[in-house]
């Protein structure tokens, strides 16, 4: 194995949104930065549909009422990162203020989306209840069937593709080193993590590592099992279609809804583009687009708006969401001294993006978890000890 002669601060093992922006955020803050990854800004961000829906997306339970805060939290943050972001590298990352529309085509659905309604109230959610004609008169296009909705007026987007080639940018003008290459496994020395091995064989040395490879952040080689993040993979389908000019605009903002159990949802792009996502599918790595995912999405999304199979279908993609145990990101130090992650952030890691930054430059510059991340900490998945029994005690 050779070394490299120069270590980092901090090595970011992938280089999708979260360990670019990790990067980035870490490089403001004086930190030698290195990324690791052949093909920095790629992954799941290249399929995601980029909408920031911390209130459309809102679940019930604990751990999701915990989620929500963050999720508000860095949809708060959104608009003055997107616009350093852009003033920092003179790009344009399609981040669109435009709101959601979350619709209900039948009786159950609606049902539900009422219970959506009093929790985001509770929540002290904006969102205003809508019936099937005033949904319709705020977006044409929607099939007569719509029985009513929710508009969400504070729930916009972003293109994902945009937003990583950015962060790409905006880490290589903050001196941020990219070596792009797989990292083969985790050196550990004396107890702490010390850097990677890559693919080719180089050593690169750091004080920090981050682990932030999306759905592979448990697969790096060397990481101890009890640190090992505990996160899988699940695939999500996605279409792109075009709107033709005479057809603008088709929709002006994102609608969603709840087709047979599935999410499904429609992102309007300024430029034409229109985003039709997604299928969610336990299938470990398997990211082929399938017949019946493609199938089940057009039918789906007909059904809200029917006129959508006039338009032409541009492309069509499978990616992993990064899923933890309880759903909700992992963040900050491991039980590994010197190892930390950033993963786990599964159908949020667009929204949850400027949050995460901001609090792994945080931790890693001071070793302090920032309040609004505590709940997230790779502890909380730690071993239970195991109660000590009256025959073992004896
Ligand atoms: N956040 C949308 C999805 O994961 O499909």
Request: include cysteine; hydrophobic fraction near 40%; proline fraction near 7%.
């Amino acid at each position: 194995m050779s070394r490299t002669s120069e270590g980092s601060d901090v090595l970011v093992v992938g280089g999708g949104i979260i360990g670019l922006v990790t990067a980035w955020r870490a490089a403001q803050r004086g930190l030698r930065t290195a990324v690791v990854d052949p093909e920095p800004g790629g992954g799941a961000a290249q399929v995601a549909a980029g909408m920031l829906a911390a209130v459309t997306e809102l679940h019930y339970g604990e751990t999701e009422q915990t989620l929500l805060g963050l999720n508000v939290e860095s949809a708060r943050r959104y608009p003055a990162f997107a616009a350093e972001l852009s003033e920092a590298t003179g790009l344009d990352l399609g981040y669109r203020a435009c709101g959601t529309l979350a619709v209900a085509l039948d009786s159950d659905d609606r049902a539900h989306l009422r219970e959506l309604h009093a929790l985001q109230h509770k929540s002290g959610l904006d969102s205003e209840w809508l019936s099937g004609r005033e949904c319709r008169r705020l977006e044409p296009m929607l099939a007569p069937s719509v029985r009513g909705g929710l508009r969400v007026d504070g729930d916009h987007q972003i293109d994902p593709r945009r937003l990583a080639t950015a962060l790409v940018a905006a880490c290589e003008l903050a001196g941020v080193r990219f070596h792009r290459q797989w990292a083969e496994r985790l050196t550990v020395a004396r107890e702490g993590a010390r850097g990677v091995v890559l693919a080719d064989g180089t050593g690169l040395d750091a004080d920090q590592v981050v682990l932030a490879g999306g759905s592979l952040s448990g697969r790096l080689a060397g990481v101890p099992d009890d640190v090992l993040p505990p996160v899988r993979p699940v695939k999500g389908q996605v279409l792109r279609l075009t709107v033709p000019k005479v057809y603008a605009p088709f929709l002006s903002r994102t609608v969603r809804a709840v087709v047979r159990g599935g999410n499904l949802y429609l992102v309007p792009r300024v430029n034409g583009e229109l985003v039709v996502g997604a299928t969610s599918e336990e299938l470990g790595w398997d990211t082929t687009v399938t017949a019946g995912g493609v199938y089940e999405l057009l039918r789906d999304a007909h059904e809200l708006v029917p006129g959508i199979t006039e338009l032409p279908l541009t492309e069509t993609r499978a990616g992993l969401r990064p899923c933890s145990p309880d759903n909700a990101p992992i963040l900050g130090p491991t039980a590994l001294p010197g190892l930390l992650l950033a993963t786990g952030h599964y159908r949020n890691g667009v929204l949850l993006t400027p949050v995460t930054g901001d609090s792994m430059a945080h931790v890693l510059a001071t070793g302090a978890l920032p309040e609004v991340a505590r709940p997230f900490t790779p502890r909380r998945f730690d071993a239970v000890p195991a109660p000590v029994s009256v025959e073992q005690s004896v």
